[in-house]
């Protein structure tokens, strides 16, 4: 995808399963940025955020209230700069983004927490609402798969399943 593209400036929003080495390298050769979600199986990624936010502090925590869809949702959006890389490979990665989510929904109270970085350097406001942004494509892109696509309705053991879940 990043190699096929000759556009630059473009912030490339991936899942942690679209990403490695290789991409954000071709990300940043491309002269462009990325902003990535982590997940705890990606310990040579996730084992250093978990350092920066034990030994240092925030440099910015943005605070949004969020009553909708029956749910009433408090985000924090907390970004820490990154003074010193882990490692060569990743030394253009410059922020790294906690986000909390905790409220109540349906009666139940409920936390989550994750965890991204990114090879820019925005304020706490700018980065939430990139990090809404591109969940925003997601939960409308599944809702299509979903309901549309009726793909949780189908049988994928066998047929056509490759061609169905890339329509």
């Known amino acids: 995808m990043v190699r096929n593209t000759e556009l630059t400036d473009i912030i490339f929003t991936l899942d942690a399963l679209h990403y490695n080495r290789v991409t ?39 605070c949004e209230d969020d009553k909708s869809h029956g749910r009433d949702l408090i985000r924090l959006t907390s970004v820490f700069n990154v003074t010193h890389p882990f490692n060569s490979v990743w030394e253009h990665i410059k922020s790294y983004i906690k986000v909390e989510r905790y409220g109540e929904r349906g009666g139940e109270e409920y936390y989550n927490c994750a965890y991204y ?7 706490d406001q700018t980065f939430a609402r990139k990090i809404r942004g591109h969940w925003n494509i ?11 696509l009726a793909l949780h309705n189908r049988d994928m ?10 329509v």
């Open 157 to 166: 053991n066998g047929g056509n399943q490759n061609a169905m879940t890339w």
């Open 24 to 62: 954000h390298q071709e990300i940043i050769d491309s002269n462009n940025d990325d902003l990535i979600t982590l997940k705890v199986n990606q310990l040579n990624l996730y084992k250093p955020v978990e350092e920066v936010k034990k030994n240092s502090q925030p440099v910015s925590i943005d």
């Open 117 to 123: 970085i990114s090879s820019l350097v925005e304020s």
């Open 138 to 148: 997601e939960n409308q892109l599944h809702w299509v798969k979903d309901v549309i």
